[in-house]
């Protein structure tokens, strides 16, 4: 039985788009919330429009990082398999 393996490119692209979801500047509220009563819920809400840049800069940096990398292993010759 021949297994699929996941090729490196595939698994650090699926990985940024993990990171580009969790770092979403829309989820910054849920964030708070769900930090709620923790120091960093306090250093959040007291600099948001900071949180917000840094999280926008964050989310497209592994957004299109990520994008490339699945382009990338799309785009690589598989090896011939008997």
Do not use: W
């Amino acid at each position: 039985m021949m297994t699929k393996l996941a090729r490196p490119n595939s698994v650090k692209g699926y990985l940024l788009l993990g990171l580009a979801v969790l770092t979403c500047p829309c989820h910054l509220p849920i964030l708070l919330a769900v930090l709620a009563g923790t120091g960093l819920a306090g250093a959040l809400s007291q600099y948001v429009g900071m949180a917000f840049l840094a999280l926008t800069v964050i989310f497209v940096a592994s957004l299109v990082l990520g994008l490339r990398a699945l382009k990338a292993a799309d785009e690589t010759p598989r090896p011939l398999r008997k």
